[in-house]
């Protein structure tokens, strides 16, 4: 899961800064934004629907609105909102790829719960995630905050050590600490990547795949965790993992991304891998598309599974992937906030593991299909 991967980043700054504008206001106008971010007026309206469709604000005749909870209760047929209880902030790195579905559950739990969520987009740098969390904290008016930080380095540690430090609770969002940092007041709600990684392994060696290979994106907070439940499962299964590759191809430029590929592709057939695990989605369809271009045959002469499931359906073939359960993610920070926040300190410390649920598709078959005449 590269969350931070988008192949127009001019339209996710574009994004983000609607969605700023909106927590600021309350309410946009095409036509302001247009000129506040001097694009076209049919720009602005895409990047309206493409946040609408992921249910992160209400489109209006000639602008859009925050997503209110009564709209949200409309539309599933509930009755009328609970009172708030609780204001809660809530700071993810990204408002495109992969956090959209877990605010839409964490809005939807809040609209249950009684809680008004205060929602901020921030970065994957540790100073931007401080700034955006302090900015909501030093307003005094939040009861809790959710958080999904960066958890890694000497400045992942520091983030964490002064998350626990703050005077509310924080319950962290696909995120959890190392063991070895010891800090016993944060809570958090995570996928287990680690079993997803296994569960890979697992499906394709009931193909009959026994050298493999995988490929994860650079930076990303949870290719380490894949990478642990893979390589725990290529020993208990005794596969051969013979491609290990650590790559970012859609922040690659054309040129660069070709050339990467290739030389993946090569050493896939110079090892006689016959299938690839790659994270996240984007890579997938990337290195799919140059493979078939290039006289592949897929699954034929190269099985392929991703991670995240966000865009593997609509590739061709469709791609088998795993898919984080990033809804049910957002729902449960909501309501493990708000049972801390209800109950207290007689309520243990809760952290929660849910799994990632494979989607088999045509991207992989078992190798006597494959090599059937």
């Not at 944060?186 to 490929?215: K, P």
């Not at 499962?233 to 290990?244: F, K, R």
């Not at 070709?258 to 369809?285: K, N």
């Not at 392929?304 to 359960?325: F, G, M, N, Q």
């Amino acid at each position: 899961m590269n969350e931070s991967s988008d192949p127009r980043p001019f339209a996710v700054s574009r994004r983000e800064r609607i969605l700023a504008e909106l927590q600021r206001t309350g309410s946009v106008r095409v036509s302001e934004l247009a000129r506040l971010l001097d694009v076209a007026e049919l720009t602005i309206r895409r990047d309206i629907g493409h946040l609408g469709d992921r249910g992160l604000l209400t489109r209006v005749h000639g602008g859009a609105t925050l997503r209110s909870r009564l709209d949200t209760t409309a539309r599933a047929g509930g009755s009328a909102d609970a009172p708030i209880r609780f204001r809660v902030g809530m700071v993810v790195p990204s408002l495109s790829y992969y956090w959209p579905q877990i605010i839409v559950g964490a809005r939807s739990a809040a609209t249950e719960q009684g809680v008004q969520l205060v929602l901020r987009g921030a970065s994957y740098s540790v100073d931007d995630q401080r700034r955006q969390i302090a900015t909501l904290v030093q307003s005094g008016t939040l009861h809790g905050l959710i958080a999904a930080p960066e958890t890694r380095g000497a400045d992942g540690r520091a983030l964490l050590g002064w998350l626990e430090s703050l005077p509310i609770p924080v319950v962290l969002a696909e995120r959890r600490a190392p063991s070895s940092l010891a800090v016993t007041g944060l809570e958090w709600v995570t996928t287990d990547h680690v079993f997803g990684g296994s569960l890979a392994v697992g499906h394709l060696a009931s193909l009959g795949h026994r050298r493999v290979g995988i490929l994860t994106s650079t930076g990303s907070p949870t290719s380490w965790q894949l990478r642990r439940g893979w390589d725990r499962a290529i020993g208990e299964l005794g596969l051969e993992c013979t491609v290990d590759v650590a790559a970012t191809l859609e922040e690659m430029d054309v040129d660069a991304r070709q050339v990467s590929i290739a030389g993946l592709l090569e050493r896939c057939r110079q090892t006689s891998t016959t299938a690839l695990f790659v994270h996240s989605d984007p890579q997938a369809v990337l290195l799919q598309q140059h493979a078939l271009d290039h006289g592949w045959s897929i699954p034929g002469d190269l099985a392929i599974i991703a991670y995240d499931d966000e865009v593997a359906p609509s590739a061709e073939p469709p791609i088998t992937a795993l898919r984080p359960p990033r809804q049910h993610v957002g729902r449960l920070v909501v309501e493990t906030m708000v049972a801390r926040l209800t109950d207290g300190a007689r309520r243990p410390v809760q952290r929660t593991y849910v799994l990632p649920e494979l989607n088999a598709r045509a991207s992989t078959v078992s190798v006597a299909r494959a090599v059937a005449p």
